[in-house]
Nanobody
Framework: QVQLVESGGGLVQPGGSLRLSCAAA????????VGWYRQTPGKQRELVAT???????NYQDSVKGRFTISRDNVKNTVYLQMNSLKPEDTAVYYC???????????WGQGTQVTVSS
């Protein structure tokens, strides 16, 4: 089993920055790709960015050049650095880890990001 805990959300003005953290605990060796997703009321959860065990990254087009995903394998933490934030980035952000043995997904509880003046 893997447990994920997100942190770092909050209220920020347009153009500002936030860094989200996703700390993993439990059977860390089972984790392969980790991703950040976001969801707003009435909409489906959408992919924001992913990072593989080897460090390869992928981004949703709307966040390219503004968001950076990274991972610290010593601290068992994945980060999402968000710069030049826009009101449309407002959402609950979730961290997801994929189990490389079973293919199961593990989700965190989410952290609210609000971009507003």
């Amino acid at each position: 089993q893997v447990q994920l805990v997100e942190s770092g959300g909050g209220l920020v003005q347009p153009g500002g920055s936030l860094r989200l953290s996703c700390a993993a605990a439990g059977s860390i060796f089972r984790i392969d790709t980790v991703g950040w997703y976001r969801q707003t009321p009435g909409k489906q959860r959408e992919l924001v960015a992913t990072i593989t065990r080897g460090g390869s990254t992928n981004y949703q087009d709307s966040v390219k050049g503004r968001f950076t995903i990274s991972r610290d394998n010593v601290k068992n933490t994945v980060y999402l650095q968000m710069n030049s934030l826009k009101p449309e980035d407002t959402a609950v952000y979730y961290c997801k880890a994929v189990d490389r043995y079973s293919g199961l997904d593990y989700w965190g509880q989410g952290t609210q990001v609000t971009v507003s003046s």
